[in-house]
């Protein structure tokens, strides 16, 4: 199983998302492969935002070592679902879609912990560490019903 978590910079919320679900796996000893990526290229190569990393460290999920990438047609191969932080980066994902097995792969992570709401985890890049914090907590309950359903078989 891989799994790719997307947002708009991949510096702020995708990151969070990939740390949160890679120390899940990690520690429960499942065979999945994660990481993350985003829409724009504004950051490519950077490390995750300071604040983000900050949030990660001061709640026990470090995810200093991740760097930002973009998101590219080639996903669609390397990876059996794809998570959306907001219903933008979903558009922005599903416009390189090729196919309906691509579009298959792509959903909004926070549908995993309310079904079909179809909510959008907020972007905190111009909030506060309140905001960093929200973001945390939202990532930490949906990736712990992505690993339900990883163990209940659940993912399709
Ligand atoms: P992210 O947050 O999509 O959660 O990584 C953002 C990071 C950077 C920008 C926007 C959102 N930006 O405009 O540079």
């Known amino acids: 199983m891989r799994i790719l978590m997307v947002c708009l910079g991949n510096i702020c919320r995708s990151p969070m998302a990939d740390g949160h679900l890679r120390k899940k796996v990690k520690d429960l000893n499942l065979d999945v492969f994660v990481d993350s990526a985003g829409t724009a290229n504004y950051h490519v190569g950077e490390a995750p935002d300071k604040r983000m990393i900050a ?24 990876f059996d679902v794809i998570y959306c932080m907001d219903s933008s980066n979903l558009q922005n994902v599903l416009a390189l879609a090729r196919n309906e097995q691509d579009r298959n792969k792509v959903r909004l992570i926070l549908n995993e912990l309310q079904p ?35 163990q209940n078989g659940k993912i399709r």
Do not use: H, W
């Open 55 to 78: 949030t990660g460290a001061k709640f026990g999920t470090p995810i200093d070592d991740l760097r930002a990438r973009q998101f590219k047609v080639r996903d669609y191969d390397d």
């Open 116 to 150: 079909d709401a179809n909510l959008a985890v907020p972007d905190p890049y111009y909030g506060t560490m309140a905001d960093f914090e929200a973001v945390y907590d939202l990532l930490d309950s949906a990736t712990d019903c992505v690993i339900e359903k990883i």
